[in-house]
């Protein structure tokens, strides 16, 4: 089974650019999350998905982040634009339902870099 | 808002030594889920607590579930050189939003 893949793997901007970070979930996974994690931290869920509706984004800073789910296969999280504070691993992570039952399996991270 | 504290942040420990760490909700909580994360990669899930007072046991890992559904502890004993990690609580809330401790840094002592 292929587990969840995410590209780019590194990427390195400026401040004040845009930046795009793609996510494919596991097949037949319902559910997606994006999370930002800090170095050092654990990992904020900043969008939930299930299917390709928003399940909970109350910590996604919506005046420069931005996440759809079309299809409800894989998405797409964006940012733009960049400031120097959102250095960190985006991880995707996806599971079979949202419910209180299902683990769920990450990808391997974007690392991004402001400067 | 609903907070699930992890301690300590840090643990260093002799390999062969036992290693705990904690975690502690302000609220009941629906479940517990622990991952772990090598340095470098991605969070991997271990394991999930669903009943009060729960127990179980991986190997030399043991896991318990509070029996207010409040907090929980994993302990690893005896530990080795592949231990080496992060290890994350993530409780998980009555509307199945999942709430992340700040996880606990194995480190093993040369």
């Known amino acids: 089974e292929a587990g969840v893949a995410q590209s780019p793997r590194y990427k390195i901007i400026e401040k004040r650019q845009s930046v795009a970070f793609w996510c494919n979930p596991i097949?037949?996974?319902?559910?997606l999350y994006w999370y930002q994690q800090i170095l050092g931290q654990g990992p904020k869920l900043l969008i939930q998905?299930?299917?390709?509706?928003?399940?909970?984004d109350s910590q996604l800073p919506k005046d420069r982040f931005s996440a759809e789910r079309l299809k409800g296969v894989d998405s797409t999280l964006k940012i733009q634009p960049a400031k120097l504070e959102d250095s960190a691993v985006y991880l995707c992570?996806?599971?079979?339902?949202?419910?209180?039952?299902?683990?769920?399996?990450f990808g391997p991270g974007t690392r991004l870099t402001v400067t | 808002g609903q907070q699930v504290m992890q301690i300590p942040q840090y643990q260093h420990v002799q390999e062969g030594e036992d290693f705990t760490t904690y975690c502690n909700s302000s609220t009941t909580l629906s479940n517990i889920q622990w991952y772990k994360q090598r340095p470098g990669g991605h969070p991997v899930f271990l394991i999930q607590?669903?009943?009060s007072g729960e127990v179980k046991k991986q190997k030399r890992l043991t896991f318990q579930f509070g029996e207010a559904k409040k907090n929980s502890s994993l302990h690893i004993t005896a530990t080795q050189t592949t231990d080496v990690g992060t290890y994350f609580c993530?409780?998980?809330?009555?509307?199945?939003?999942?709430?992340w401790g700040a996880g606990t840094k194995l480190i093993i002592k040369p």
């Open positions: 993530a409780g998980r809330r009555s509307n199945y939003q999942l709430i």
């Open positions: 607590l669903v009943k």
């Open positions: 097949s037949g996974h319902a559910t």
């Open positions: 992570a996806s599971s079979l339902d949202p419910g209180p039952s299902y683990e769920q399996y």
């Open positions: 998905f299930q299917n390709n509706g928003v399940v909970d």
